[in-house]
Structure formats: C-alpha cells, structure tokens
C-alpha cells in the first residue's frame, strides 16, 4: 500500500496512552504504545525480533518491555538491553521505534525519515488552545473504509443534504453548488446556504426568528486531517467570510488514522464558539454528531464493499467530485515526491 511516509499521523487519543502496553495498527505496521515513567510515549513496533512474539504480550518494567517469551528486554529507545541467560547482546538486537509528540488531545506518529520528525509540522488549530472556545473530545470511530474514501467525504459538503437529513442538513442546500480551491497543504471547499430555514441542529443554540445564512468551510489538509468549519448567523446581520465568528461557529476537526488499505479510525472532536461550559450542550451536540458520524460509517462501510465487488466499474463523475479529486492529487503529489527523492 502506497502512503505518504514523511508526515504526522495521528493515532490514539492521549488519554488512552498510559503505564500500560497497547496497541495500534497504522498503515499495516502494528505499534506498540506506552508513556514512560517522564510521562513521554514510546512508540515502536510490536515484534519482538527473536520469534517475532508481539512485545504487547510481555511485561513494561519501569521504561523498558519485557518480552512475554524468553524476556529479552528493550528500552524505550528500541535497544536491547537485557537477554536473560547470555550476556552478550548484538548490536541488531534492537527493535524498530518512532517518533510521537501530543496535540490536539492525541498522539501522532511520524513512520518516515526520522531526521525531518519535526513536531511543529504537525496539525494544529488555534481555537483548540483559545479559552474563549469549548474543546470536546469526541471518538475513535473505526470504518471500514479506505481512508481516502472518508477523505472523499470530508471533502464533500453535498452529501450533507442527503446522508444527514435529520442532524445538519436540510433540503435548502441540495442545489447550492459547492467552490473549492487549493490551500498550501491540502484543498478547501465550502458554500454558503442564504435565506434558508435554520437546520435543527443550530436552532437549539441560538434564537433565530427568520431565515439565516449558514456556511460549511471544509479545509482538507493532507493526507489526514480534514476540519469542517460551520455554522449559522440570522440573514439580516450582514456579515463577511472573515466574520464568520459572530455567529455560532463550530469546528468539527477530523484527525484519522489509516489502519490498513480497508480501514480507517476518525478521531473527532469539536471546538465552538456557543453555550461554553455547558456540559449539556457538549453531550447533546455530540450525541447529534455521532448520529450523524455513524451514518457517513453507513454509507463508506457500503462503498467499500461494493467497490470490493465491482474493482473495475466504470464511475460516473460529477460536479462535486472537483474537490475530492483535487484532494486525491495532493495525496499522489506527495507520495510522488517521496519516491522521486528516494530514487
Ligand atoms: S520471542 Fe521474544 S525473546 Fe524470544
Ligand atoms: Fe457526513
């Protein structure tokens, strides 16, 4: 499977990285995961290089995993530093590790050059660490999709209309074309929704008496951070792209995880600018997201087995695949450029 190798993936969420071994599968390669007594996260590969046991199966003795097998011992930097009955230890004993660094309430993981692992490099949105925003952790939810194809999703607001009729979208949207345009690291996409009924998602949060514009900014960044920017202000407050944030604005930021060629994990969160430090409105939004979340599951879970079922079929394209083409492109640009560097 072909992927981007010189980035930040992000994999599990902070709070489930602990004193203790787990696990996670990124791109096939499976990964054993623990914070050290600092606090920091090891990463390394879940193999022990003697019998190929999975480390996850031993013991972590203070900063160093113990294999559950014959023992043999690494330390949170991957060297060997203990084979129990011989006490010479060669010097390819050690095991694969990687690079990690926290944001945005996650691990991420770098599997490429080591030498460009560079933490600022890694996806960040500012509101995340503003106080005047509320931050809500959301979930790991597993599709089993290529990660590409949710790619495909997040990247395309016209869905909305037809998989989310119920949580956050309305037929008012279904024949407002979609723009969308390049941004340094990915695509941008968005449309604005005027005079229309307010959806009953944002008609909890706010009082609105007439018709309102509501907006969806979709900034896909490649190859895995997707963040959909949306929201709803009453028609008559005149208001430029640039003020969206004087009406209610929520960020729903989609960090994923490609687990192999036909799964993905989409780790969710939100941040918004309304009803702050009201734990019931957290819940009740999330509850609605995941609603919705578990309907675009539905419908990549389908695709993906139908496009298992017909390889070759022949697509229609349509208007609105401009964007998540544009988005596949960067993808393969970058991929590309990795292998022409190697070479
Ligand atoms: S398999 Fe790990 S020490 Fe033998
Ligand atoms: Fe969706």
């Known amino acids: 499977m072909k992927f981007v190798r010189n980035t930040w993936y992000p994999l599990v969420w902070s709070h489930d990285v602990g004193r203790s071994l787990i696990t ?28 190929l046991a999975p480390l996850s199966m031993g013991r972590l003795k203070g900063d160093a995993v113990e294999c559950g097998y014959h023992g043999m011992t690494f330390g949170a930097d991957g060297r060997c530093t203990r084979i129990p009955g011989q006490p010479i230890i060669g ?98 996409v968005w449309r604005w929704i005027k005079s229309a009924p307010v959806i009953p998602f944002f008609a909890q949060y706010g009082s609105f008496d007439g018709p309102v514009d509501r907006w969806h900014y979709y900034y896909y960044h490649a190859p895995c951070v997707a963040v959909i920017d949306f929201g709803t202000i009453a028609s008559n407050k005149t208001v430029s792209e640039d003020e969206r944030g004087r009406g209610l604005q929520m960020f729903a930021c989609h960090l994923i995880t490609p687990v192999d060629e036909n799964t993905c994990v989409d780790h969710w969160l939100t941040v918004r600018n309304f009803s702050l430090n009201d ?34 079929f022949r697509r229609v394209t349509l208007g609105v695949d401009a964007a998540p083409h544009r988005m596949r492109r960067k993808v393969d640009a970058m991929i590309a450029a990795e292998t022409e560097r190697a070479a």
């Open 24 to 51: 996670r599968k990124l791109f096939g390669e499976d990964l054993l995961l623990y914070r050290t007594e600092s606090g920091s996260v090891a990463a390394m590969l879940d193999l022990c290089p003697h019998r």
């Open 91 to 188: 010097a390819k004993s050690g095991i694969k590790t990687y690079p990690t660094a926290e944001r945005m309430g996650l691990i991420w993981v770098w599997l490429g050059d080591q030498s460009s692992a560079d933490p600022k490099r890694i996806f960040s949105l500012a509101q995340h660490d503003d106080p005047n925003w509320c931050i809500t952790y959301g979930d790991a939810l597993r599709i089993d999709a290529n990660y590409l194809n949710l790619a495909d999703n997040l990247c395309d607001p016209s869905h909305v209309t037809f998989v989310h009729p119920t949580t956050l979208g309305n037929s008012a949207g279904e024949n407002v074309p979609v723009q969308n345009r390049d941004i340094e690291d990915g695509v941008l």
């Open 279 to 312: 734990d019931a409105a957290s819940e009740r939004i999330h509850a609605d997201l995941r609603i919705a979340f578990n309907e675009d599951k539905s419908i990549l879970e389908a695709i993906q087995r139908k496009e298992a079922q017909y390889p070759d």
